[in-house]
């Protein structure tokens, strides 16, 4: 197909996504057919009278993929769309910026947070511009890796309420729910009992969030006790102590697996 009815699908995608509508998948697919054919992309690269303009068809096209990903909450097709992109941004430097790659960037960044791969986190991070990395929707992603690190959990449930754009809703619901089960586990061997304000207040639930609140702890923490506006910790089991372990038991069979290794031999 020509660069005319590649350049006609992404602007019919790019209203799609914007709308989200139902259709905007199959415009993303289609598209995606015909940058197979686009040379001027990695891994090949090869130049054509046509290679800018292939290489920004093919960014904004993955981008808006990324997007729709986000906006139908797939995190699997982000990262698909973010491994046919990324390349293209290191390969074909003289890409045009578009609108859109600053805040791919930051979702990606926040993807990486979420799955907990934070060396990849810092790998990518690495390649971007100091520029780039000034955006508040890539600094915002950065901000959060560091808060995380050190355990401030206080700003990180201000970030939560301030994020750069919509989209972000959807990582930072994942990040919220894995911080949470975090200070669950550390409020369970810390106290033996905390009132339910407190509790809910340290598990960054807003007051107006009782309910909310109330349905983390059936569904999280069914172990937990609620009498009279308290939170009941169960005690922790105790790991095994060295004289709970039967050492006799453990020398007899290392003595036998001895002795049969040794006939073996």
């Known amino acids: 197909m020509s ?42 690269c090869l130049p054509t009278p046509d290679s800018k303009e292939e290489q920004r068809i093919a960014c904004e096209a993955l981008e808006l993929g990324c997007l729709l990903a986000v906006k139908n909450g797939d995190g699997e097709a982000f990262e698909g769309n973010t491994n046919q992109l990324f390349p293209i941004y290191s390969s074909c430097l003289s890409v045009p910026q578009s609108a859109n790659r600053k805040k791919v960037q930051g979702l990606y960044l926040m993807f990486l947070l979420v799955e907990n791969r934070l060396a990849d986190f810092h790998s990518v991070l690495q ?69 339910l304000a407190d509790a809910q207040r340290m598990l960054m639930f807003q007051p107006n969030e009782t309910s909310a609140f109330e349905s983390f ?25 060295a004289e709970d372990i039967p ?11 001895a002795t049969e290794i040794e006939r073996i031999v």
Do not use: C, H
């Open 3 to 44: 660069i005319s009815e590649a350049s006609a699908l992404l602007k019919k995608l790019s209203s799609e996504v914007s709308s989200f509508s139902a259709s905007a998948s199959t415009t993303l697919a289609s598209l995606k057919l015909i940058l197979v054919d686009f040379d001027s992309l990695p891994p090949l």
């Open 127 to 195: 390649t971007y511009t100091a520029e780039e990395i000034g955006d508040e929707r890539i600094n915002f992603a950065v901000l959060l890796e560091r808060e995380l690190m050190v355990g401030s959990y206080d700003k990180f449930a201000t970030s939560s309420t301030s994020l750069p754009d919509p989209l972000y809703q959807f990582f930072m619901t994942s990040l919220l729910s894995t911080v949470r089960d975090n200070v669950a586990d550390a409020l369970e061997v810390s106290y033996e009992s905390m009132d």
């Open 217 to 241: 702890v059936k569904q999280s923490r069914e172990d937990w006790m609620v009498v009279d506006n308290e939170i009941k910790f169960q005690p922790v089991v105790a790991s095994n102590r």
């Open 247 to 257: 050492s006799m038991k453990l020398i007899s069979q290392s003595l036998s697996f």
